[in-house]
């Protein structure tokens, strides 16, 4: 999410440049070598360090896929996430919701609205006939850098500064 700033200047109305994001989060799918892959639906999202309301920041799923079993319909594999607040999302999300990622790394914006604070970032990832897995890596606001890393869905999850 960007956020513009708009300003007055002698009755003409400026946009300023879209503010900064507060740092960058890279998620790599790794490339796995089985007889059918299939590419992992993820969620990517922030919620405060002692519990509250979470913030998705990502969504990659089959977003072109509808009819009889749109690919929303596999949503719910992302337990946690789904629990978290998934369900309730309108979808598709304005600037959250994408297609799934082919094996490599991806990065992803932290919004620059995040106030100062303890969080945590959770990146969640299913694959049909795959598995489930969930990474979750300390944040901390101004972002100081993290990594973590999964065991099989996901490889790295790194937290970068601005």
């Not at 999410?1 to 799918?29: D, E, F, K």
């Not at 600037?95 to 094996?103: N, Q």
């Not at 932290?110 to 945590?120: E, K």
């Amino acid at each position: 999410m960007r956020i513009l700033s708009l300003a007055v200047l002698g009755g003409a109305t400026v946009a300023a440049a879209p503010a900064p994001p507060a740092g960058t989060i890279t998620v790599t799918v790794p490339r796995l070598s089985v007889a059918e892959y299939h590419r992992p639906y993820v969620a990517v999202w922030v919620e405060p360090a002692g519990g509250g309301a979470a913030r998705t920041l990502a969504l990659w799923y089959d977003v072109r896929k509808s009819g009889a079993e749109p690919g929303t319909k596999w949503l719910a594999d992302l337990r946690a996430w789904w629990r978290k607040g998934g369900r309730g999302l309108k979808l598709p999300a304005d600037g959250v919701s994408g297609a799934t990622r082919a094996p490599g790394a991806h990065t992803i914006p932290l919004p620059a609205d995040l106030r100062p604070g303890s969080y945590v970032l959770n990146v969640e990832a299913a694959r049909e006939t795959g598995g489930r897995e969930l990474v979750q890596v300390p944040l901390t606001v101004p972002v100081r850098a993290a990594r973590a890393s999964g065991s099989h869905e996901l490889g790295a999850v790194t937290l970068a500064a601005r």
